[in-house]
């Protein structure tokens, strides 16, 4: 799954981002899913997990974001209110293709040096093959 900050403001610092990810893994544990690779960048995050499936992604993402909202507001990490854009994409893999998306989610630094959260997104649609309109994509700000 992947969700960006609201405004896409680079928000997420090196400084906490760890003890963020750590945060996000116990809500996601506490839900019985299994995490198998979390990264991102200050304006946005992949999460790969092994989905409980008695629980739906929808919940699953729900759950992530306003405990993480909650956490980083309380934490007062950001001047000003932090929030997650609304929406969300998740994509399905098979166990085979576990260890290149840990890889791509784990070197996602080096991968935007070379490429924009938009076309990354964008790519992911159409690998999918998902249709989607314009309105439904998150707000990007380049």
């Known amino acids: 799954m992947v969700f960006a900050v609201k405004h896409r403001r680079n928000f997420i610092q090196p400084s906490w981002k760890n003890d963020l990810y750590k945060y996000v893994i116990a809500v996601i544990q506490n839900k019985n899913h299994k995490v198998l ?8 995050v992949h ?10 992604i929808s919940d699953v993402v729900s759950d992530i974001k306003k405990a993480s909202n909650n956490w980083i507001n309380d ?3 950001t001047q000003g209110k932090f929030a997650w854009q609304s929406g969300y994409g998740a994509f399905s893999y098979s ?3 576990i260890s290149k998306v840990c890889s791509y989610i784990e070197n ?4 935007h040096l070379k ?7 964008l790519g992911l649609l159409k690998a ?10 998150f707000e990007f700000y380049d």
């Open 115 to 121: 490429i924009t959260f938009r076309d990354e997104y």
């Open 128 to 137: 999918f093959e998902i249709e989607y309109k314009d309105e439904y994509l």
């Open 95 to 97: 166990r085979s293709h």
């Open 47 to 56: 999460i790969f997990i092994g989905l409980n499936p008695s629980i739906s």
């Open 37 to 44: 690779s979390i990264n991102g960048m200050p304006d946005h």
């Open 75 to 77: 934490k007062s990490f």
């Open 108 to 111: 996602q630094e080096a991968h």
